[in-house]
RNA sequence: GCCGGGGUGGCGGAAUUGGCAGACGCCCGGGACUUAAAAUCCCGUGCCCCGAAAGGGGCGUGCGGGUUCGAUCCCCGCCCCCGGCACCA
């Protein structure tokens, strides 16, 4: 601890009265005092309940944005709010730091990954610092350094001794212009998430995840995430996609001797006697099984040839015409033992259930499009509740609701009752089984690019694919490489890498040259700041118990689907391999909306920055010409609508970019950029600055006891708490009218922002409240104010605003702190708490209704009774002329809120 | 198409989830201070109507119904906006 007395100094050559609100001068100040005395460093102190508090790293592109700012910002709130109210507060940042833009900048600016990776890292982490944010840096993490990668490395091979990590020959979504392979949650509308052009197929080897191991557990572990927003949690239930059916063998009308069935899913098994016809993913190897031999031969691989060629955006697009063609092969329905056709058509899909389905046009839209199409029979097998169907149908009737029909003994069952009957009857049978069917799939981790974890396997000639042994971690990146942006990855073009030796048999070998997915380095990273310094393992399962699992996640909705999931995923595994103990990694997630700005187009120069705008007569600063003012949109550098937070704050502060980010609109919800908002915080920080330096000379003659310094407002609600144990001074007189009204205020305050910031992380309406204490603050003669027990009140209220004011405003914050004669840190002070004896209004002023309408308001001493209050509103003159002449009939009491008078005449 | 979230003054947004709609901020208007301006401080500000004024009345939370003494909030039926998923059998 610094000798007390200490930062006094720091502050005592602005403390002055006269002195005007610099922030740059004071949040240099502070974030130096910071720095230099630790404040932000945390260990773990089994006295206090934890609090882990976490904002999703950045990727280091450069520099922060104003969504950094946002999301910081809020983290920060939260992570000084809860270390104020006395919780062993976790919170680290660090860097996601592999990934293609770094590998992009080495291609185009000749500067080597990890050189502008670094310092990147180092510019924005000075970016940072510079909004004051109470980060432990001692424990940053870097994913691109071997101290991490190593453990990344270490976790493939513990999957892969555990089956959870496998290679397999899949095709592929590659990206041509990125020249890399895309997870399927990359592509988006069938184009790269990052550079939107279009994806084409490709076979290769590819390095997998099993996420679908996880499938159930990853689904049913949804329901307990009841401090997940709900939009989250349906988008993680959809992408797993859990489907409940059968699976049920259609016999070859011709089986070949290796082939007698056709195996099929279906959720739909109620309608297995309208299956009219079969068909076939283009991709199946059944395919060519079927048509060897037959005439129908040469069409059918045509079609296949010419369908797997597209990509498969285009190909799956739901308005994609259904095309197909008859393979001249039969199956026989299990049920009707009718032979039906099977087909192959290019909307079934190979990856899901078996590849093959039964076509049910009656009760299929896809099937009935297709049936109509190629002329195939339509059997209608569902009659609806009304009993209003009838063959030829015009459409398919796809509701679960009705009862079956042409269904042999089936006949007559509702849909629900008939599912069950009819897979019962499969199952014993023995030509089928109930199953569940997921959408999710296996989660490709391979990717052609340098700049990524090298996967630690070695293929040897003799012994096949061996894994490198643990003792040899990590598998280094080599530093030494071409970069072309041309062909084949620049690790496999790196000879050095590449030839190494078996590890079992000492025999040459070549190393594998793909990397992984950087989502692998974000699925544990907030395992690793438990233990950022561990050399032993990923994580210390005694500092990751302590600290887990995160209590506040803050991060971008982008990240619903991806992020999130394989975080999930990834928890799991690493609790099977006994590091951790806890099954979900987030217990609370706040998706912060994006920040967004109004966008300016010039017809000559195209979008236009806002400093390229005469906001005079919207007009181009360049040209002259009107400019068109466009909607409002996320902030981006291809519309140009964008703020530089650094700007921000060489002009306003930190303080003020944190306050209107916080301000402008609840966390949740999209936040629209306003240069006048962002004046409209720096002038209130403004005014508590002047309103401080204005009372503190007057309570500056009380003596500050800085054992208790914010106990006057701190103590007094402990559990002996009574106004015994308040240190301000009983005064001799009855306190003033000023001072109750003052103290009431303040007490409301502290509830109120407590309140907002700790129930709903309502940030916009605590600061609303602390302007609403401000204002109420300047109301005050405090001139006129002698007394102890004025003064002491006074003290209370300036003590009890810088101190709620500090998770918003740490800066000046802490100044003010200073200012009125406080020599430690604020960081480490208690939060205020409220008495609640000082909330009791005396008088209460009920608005009187008259037929639900409010008529008058009536003001009446606040320990009325119900009688007494209506006795007063029906006494009130201006509810007499509304109630004059007609008879009441009712009248309606809400406990010293309302009166409400029936009357009628 | 399915799922989720929304629709409140000129604007961003409040409203203890059935009890004074519009807190707070922005914008705008007025005043004080100033030689003047900026800054600062104070006051006003949903819309419409009556009134010279003090006051008073009506309307108003996307639209139409309903429940209730009373609805931004609950129910039914629509309209619109944003986001996600989308041939998953």
């Not at 609090?51 to 922060?64: A, H, N, T, V």
Request: contains cysteine; glycine residues 6%; hydrophobic residues 40%.
């Amino acid at each position: 601890m610094p000798a007390s007395g200490q930062y006094v100094r720091f502050a005592a050559g602005i403390s002055h009265m006269e002195r005007n609100y610099n922030p740059q001068e004071i949040e240099a100040t502070w974030q130096r005092v910071w720095a230099e005395q630790q404040t932000f460093r945390v260990t773990e102190d089994s006295s206090r309940p934890k609090f882990y508090c976490l904002e999703m790293f950045p990727y280091p592109s450069g520099r922060i944005h104003m969504g950094h700012v946002r999301n910081y910002a809020i983290g920060d709130v939260l992570a000084r709010f809860k270390t104020m109210r006395g919780y062993n507060v976790l919170h680290p940042m660090g860097w996601d730091a592999f990934g293609l833009p770094a590998e992009n900048a080495a291609i185009e600016q000749g500067v080597h990954p990890a050189q502008w990776t670094t310092q990147n890292i180092r510019y924005m982490r000075t970016q940072l610092e510079r909004l004051g944010l109470s980060y432990d840096w001692s424990r940053e993490v870097t994913t691109s350094e071997p101290e991490y990668y190593k453990w990344n490395q270490w976790l493939f091979l513990k999957f892969f001794e555990k089956g959870l990590a496998y290679k397999k020959r899949s095709a592929v979504n590659w990206c041509p212009s990125c020249e890399t392979v895309l997870a399927n949650e990359q592509v988006e509308e069938g184009r790269c998430w990052r550079c939107e052009t279009v994806v084409v197929q490709k076979e290769l080897e590819q390095w997998f995840f099993r996420i679908t191991a996880y499938a159930e557990e990853l689904l049913s572990g949804c329901d307990q995430l009841s401090a997940w927003p709900a939009r989250v949690l349906t988008m993680q239930r959809n992408w797993i996609g859990r489907s409940i059916g059968v699976e049920v063998d259609f016999p070859l009308a011709e089986p070949l001797p290796d082939l007698p069935a056709i195996r099929i899913f279906t959720t739909r098994q109620d309608t297995i006697f309208g299956a009219t016809f079969m068909s076939l993913a283009p991709e199946s190897p059944l395919v060519e099984r079927l048509v060897e031999g037959r005439p129908e031969a040469r069409a059918v691989r045509e079609f296949v040839a010419r369908v797997s060629r597209q990509e498969k955006a285009l190909r799956t697009a739901a308005d994609r015409e259904k095309e197909g063609v008859f393979t001249g092969a039969c199956a026989v329905n299990p049920f009707t033992l009718e032979p039906i056709p099977i087909w192959v058509a290019n909307f079934v899909l190979y990856e899901y259930g078996t590849g093959a389905i039964m076509a049910v046009p009656a009760h299929d839209q896809r099937d009935f499009e297709f049936a109509s199409t190629y002329g195939i029979l339509v059997r209608l097998v569902i009659q609806n509740p009304e009993g209003t169907l009838r063959e030829p149908l015009a459409a398919s009737y796809e509701e679960q609701a009705g009862t079956l029909v042409n269904s042999g003994q089936f006949s007559g069952l509702p849909v629900a009752e008939g599912k069950e009957r009819i897979a019962d009857f499969i199952e014993a049978s023995g030509i089928g089984a109930r199953t569940v069917n997921f959408r999710l799939r296996d989660w490709g981790i391979s990717r052609q690019r340098y700049w990524g974890t090298p996967i630690p396997i070695i293929y040897c000639q003799k012994c096949g694919m061996v894994p490198v042994p643990e003792a040899d971690l990590p598998v280094m990146l080599p530093m030494d490489v071409p970069f072309t942006g041309k062909g084949a990855s620049p690790l496999a073009q790196a000879e050095a890498f590449v030839k190494t030796t078996c590890p079992k048999c000492k025999g040459p070998a070549r190393r594998e040259t793909d990397t992984m997915d950087t989502f692998v380095d974000s699925s544990w990273y907030f395992l690793r700041y438990c233990s950022p310094h561990e050399t032993t393992r990923p994580v210390d399962p005694a500092k990751v118990d302590r600290w887990m699992a995160v209590d506040q996640y803050i991060g971008g909705i982008e990240h619903a689907v991806l992020h999130l999931l394989y975080a999930r995923f990834f928890t799991r595994a690493v609790r099977d391999l006994g590091l951790v103990k806890v099954d979900e990694p987030f217990t609370r997630l706040l998706t912060q909306g994006m920040v967004c700005m109004e966008t300016y187009r010039c017809e000559e120069h195209g979008w236009l920055l806002p400093a390229e705008v005469n906001k005079d007569g919207w007009r181009c600063s360049q040209c002259g010409k009107p400019v068109e003012r466009g909607r409002v949109e996320k902030m981006s550098k291809s519309k140009k609508n964008i703020v530089d937070p650094e700007h921000l704050i060489a002009k306003y502060g930190a303080d003020t970019a944190r306050l209107f980010s916080l301000f402008a609109a609840p966390p949740e919800k999209d936040l629209e950029w306003s240069d006048e908002g962002v004046e409209g915080a720096y002038r209130f920080l403004g005014r508590v600055w002047r309103l401080v330096h204005e009372l503190a000379p007057l309570i500056g003659r009380q003596q500050v006891s800085e054992s208790a310094p914010a106990a006057s407002v701190a103590a007094s609600q402990s559990a002996r708490g009574s106004a015994k144990t308040s240190p301000l001074k009983t005064p001799q007189a009855p306190p003033s009218s000023v001072t109750i009204a003052l103290r009431r205020l303040t007490h409301k305050t502290i509830k109120k922002v407590t309140d907002d910031i700790e129930q709903e992380f309502q940030f916009n309406t605590a600061i609303a409240a602390l302007m609403e204490f401000v204002n109420g603050l300047y109301k005050v003669d405090a001139k006129k104010m002698r007394a102890n027990a004025e003064l002491s009140a006074i003290r209370e209220a300036i003590e009890a605003l810088v101190l709620l004011l500090t998770p918003f405003a740490p800066h000046i914050a802490e100044e003010l702190w200073a200012a009125t004669g406080h020599a430690t840190t604020l960081a480490r002070q208690p939060w205020p708490r409220y008495e609640a004896a000082l909330l009791q209004e005396e008088v209460l002023t009920i608005p009187v209704q008259v037929n639900g309408k409010v008529r008058s308001k009536v003001t009446i001493p606040a320990d009325w009774d119900r009688d007494q209050i209506i006795e007063a509103s029906r006494a009130d003159a201006k509810v007499g002329e509304w109630i004059k002449g007609k008879t009441i009939k009712n009248v309606v009491y809400v406990e010293k809120r309302l009166v409400n008078i029936v009357v009628e005449g």
